[in-house]
């Protein structure tokens, strides 16, 4: 059974694009600091902080499985005056958010080319804008949008898959330790990125989506 490895399994986009590849006929290595196995998940427990660990985890399933794509979707964010943040949340979002993704695709790119398949990096919409407060977050997640794409006109030759997909605000779990959250009529669904990352595999082998920008139609943020 073709095998895709997914980060961030444990909730929200990740979760649903888990449960996704699943119904397509994938087995998913799940990865997420706590998360349990199910039929067709394999759970891999792991802080992606801990960049040293990665290697060490995921090379014996290069052995064991065909892997054939890679969707990086776990991160975190913190919204604060740049000089209020810790040096070591500097340190942490950096790694899950960019270096963790960015070392999964060295170890799983050579596989994945071998049986022509894809890879997804699920960004954000600070990405693609500069938004106060969010000058971390932002750097971290255009600096997985601009590794994305780069990496699709080095590998295009190989019939590799690369697809950045930029969400506005999304109803997940990722808002909870936040002093802010989307308004319930302005919140994407988790069923707006599956139905794109659909789409998207669906497509004939000869066409591919580079980027997609997924924006709900309304904007408003409730203060908690």
Do not use: W
Request: hydrophobic letters at 40%.
């Amino acid at each position: 059974m073709e095998c895709v490895i997914i980060t961030g399994a444990s909730s929200g986009i990740g979760k649903a694009l888990s449960k996704l590849c699943i119904s397509r006929g994938y087995h998913v290595l799940g990865l997420a600091r706590t998360i349990q196995p199910t039929e067709n998940l394999t759970a891999i427990e792991i802080d992606l902080s801990q960049t040293h660990s990665i290697e060490k985890l995921i090379s014996p399933y290069l052995k064991s499985l065909t892997i054939v794509g890679l969707i990086n979707c776990a991160g975190f964010g913190r919204f604060e005056p740049h000089e209020e943040l810790s040096a070591q949340t500097i340190i942490d979002m950096t790694a899950v958010n960019l270096t963790a993704p960015m070392l999964l695709s060295k170890l799983l790119l050579r596989t994945i080319k071998e049986h022509q398949g894809f890879m997804i990096n699920i960004t954000s919409i600070e990405a693609t804008k500069s938004s106060k407060f969010s000058a971390l977050y932002s750097a971290t997640k255009s600096g997985l949008r601009a590794f994305g794409l780069a990496l699709f006109e080095e590998v295009r030759k190989s019939g590799v898959q690369i697809v950045t997909i930029n969400p506005d605000m999304t109803d997940t779990a990722f808002f909870d330790q936040l002093r802010f959250q989307p308004n319930q009529k302005a919140a994407l669904d988790v069923t707006a990125i599956t139905q794109a990352v659909e789409m998207v595999l669906d497509l004939p082998k000869e066409a591919t989506i580079t980027e997609l920008t997924i924006r709900p139609q309304l904007f408003k943020i409730d203060k908690k």
